[in-house]
């Protein structure tokens, strides 16, 4: 805003906004990150109302939690099933499988990972985020973590838990049979 009180910036505003924004872009993304030092990006997802980051490169996608479909005598962690672009998908509660406390808000998402060629889906109640991490930027998790928090590899400066799907899978040990036929 010009320093007359009128709207309209001035040369000089304008300048300073341009010199400001060139910087900003001229920057390194992460100045501190070594090369080759490994990155991995996350999408960040809120769970009874903590934050955890899921591997971007298993996400498939986000989507709202339409019509779930029940499934008897299954384990408490699959909340049923989810027609997914044509594809039944499995879905199931994120806060059991890292037994978390649980929460008022129903989920009103889920996120369709691909893990060791399992498409499945994990209810979350929201995505807050992407970021992208340098592996210095990772905090290794207590040993001691309770339960299914030994699927939590890592913890950014943000406070955020990294799952490791892989981890998540073999623990939780369900199968997820997507055969087409």
Known sequence: MASDGST???PEDTAQVLRRRAEALARPPLAETSPGE???EILVVEVAD???GLEARHVREVAAVGHLTRVPGVPPALLG???HRGRI???FDVRRLLDLPSDARPPVAFVAVEVAAKRFGLAINAVTGIAALAASELFGPSPAAPGGR?????VTRDMVGVIDLDALVAEARFTVN???A
Request: net charge positive; glycine share 4%.
């Open 89 to 91: 998908l499995p879905l």
């Open 178 to 180: 997507d055969d087409a």
């Open 38 to 40: 490994g990155r991995i």
């Open 50 to 52: 903590e934050r955890y």
């Open 8 to 10: 309209m910036p001035t």
């Open 81 to 83: 099933v989810v027609n």
């Open 150 to 154: 030994r699927a939590v590899r890592a």
